[in-house]
C-alpha cells in the first residue's frame, strides 16, 4: 500500500482567514514533505520533514507554516495567503530519506 | 545544484506505435532519476526510478527507462502506446551527493503525451 491521503480536496479562502492543509500516511515513512504546484508547471518543494524534525525549508513565506504533528500526520497551516498562492498543494513521504517519494492526491486552494 | 530539462512540450503518438519522452539531468555527485505521471487533477504517480544498477529499468504498465551516463539522459519509453497513456510526465532528479539527510526532488517542466487512436 502506497498511499497518502490529502485533506481538503479543495479549498476557498479569503486573504484574511486561516486554515490548514492534512497529510496522512500509514506506510511507516520517516520523511514527508510539501510541494507546490502551479497551473501547467512542475511541482516546487517548499518543506522536508525528517524524523519528524523540519529538516529544509525552502525560503518559503512565514505565511506557510508546516507542522508534523507525529510521523503518520503532516499539516500546512495558511493564514493571511495571497491571490498568487492558488495552486495545487501536493504532499509526499518517502521510507527514508533517499527512496522514492509518494505523492498524495493534493488540495487545491484558492485564495480570493 | 541539481536541474533537469524535458525538451519537448508535447509528444503526440499514435496507439499502438512505441513512445519515447526524453529526459536529461544535471547533478554534482551520482543521480536518482525518477519518473512520475500526472492525470489531470490529480497527484502524481510514480512509474520508475533509477538509483544505480543495471541502466534499463522497467516500471509500471509497461514503462521502461534507459539510462544514459554519457549523455545525461534517463529517457522514457514504451514499445505500444496505448490511448490511456495520455497524461502530463515529469522527470525528477535527486543528487544523491547531498549525503545522508532528506532531499526533494527537482522536477523538469513536464511533457504532455498525447496517444491518438
Known amino acids: 500500500d502506497t498511499e497518502v491521503t490529502q485533506t481538503p480536496k479543495h479549498l476557498v479562502m479569503g486573504m484574511t482567514n486561516k486554515k490548514s492543509l492534512k497529510c496522512e500516511q500509514h506506510m511507516g515513512h520517516r520523511a514527508m514533505y510539501w510541494y507546490k504546484q502551479k497551473a501547467k508547471k512542475p511541482p516546487e518543494l517548499m518543506f522536508v520533514?525528517?524524523?519528524?524534525?523540519?529538516?529544509i525549508n525552502e525560503s518559503v513565506p512565514s505565511r506557510f507554516s508546516p507542522e508534523c504533528p507525529n510521523s503518520s500526520l503532516l499539516n500546512l497551516h495558511l493564514h493571511a495567503l495571497q491571490p498568487e498562492d492558488s495552486a495545487l498543494y501536493l504532499c509526499?513521504?518517502?521510507?527514508?530519506?533517499?527512496?522514492?517519494?509518494?505523492f498524495g492526491p493534493g488540495t487545491r486552494l484558492l485564495v480570493l | 545544484a541539481q536541474s533537469v530539462a524535458q525538451p519537448e512540450d508535447q509528444v503526440n503518438v499514435a496507439e499502438g506505435n512505441p513512445l519515447t519522452v526524453k529526459c536529461t539531468y544535471s547533478v554534482s555527485g551520482n543521480p536518482y532519476l525518477f519518473w512520475y505521471v500526472q492525470y489531470p487533477n490529480r497527484g502524481l504517480q510514480f512509474l520508475l526510478k533509477?538509483?544505480?544498477?543495471?541502466?534499463l529499468v522497467k516500471g509500471s504498465y509497461g514503462f521502461e527507462a534507459e539510462f544514459n551516463k554519457s549523455q545525461t539522459s534517463f529517457h522514457l519509453k514504451k514499445p505500444s502506446a496505448l490511448v490511456s497513456d495520455s497524461a502530463l510526465y515529469f522527470c525528477?532528479?535527486?543528487?544523491?551527493?547531498?549525503?545522508?539527510?532528506?532531499?526533494?526532488?527537482?522536477f523538469g517542466k513536464g511533457t504532455h503525451l498525447i496517444i491518438q487512436p
Open positions: 525528477a532528479v535527486r543528487d544523491g551527493y547531498s549525503g545522508g539527510g532528506a532531499d526533494g526532488l527537482t
Open positions: 509526499a513521504s518517502s521510507q527514508g530519506p533517499r527512496e522514492t517519494q509518494y
Open positions: 520533514y525528517s524524523y519528524e524534525k523540519l529538516s
Open positions: 533509477y538509483i544505480t544498477g543495471d541502466n
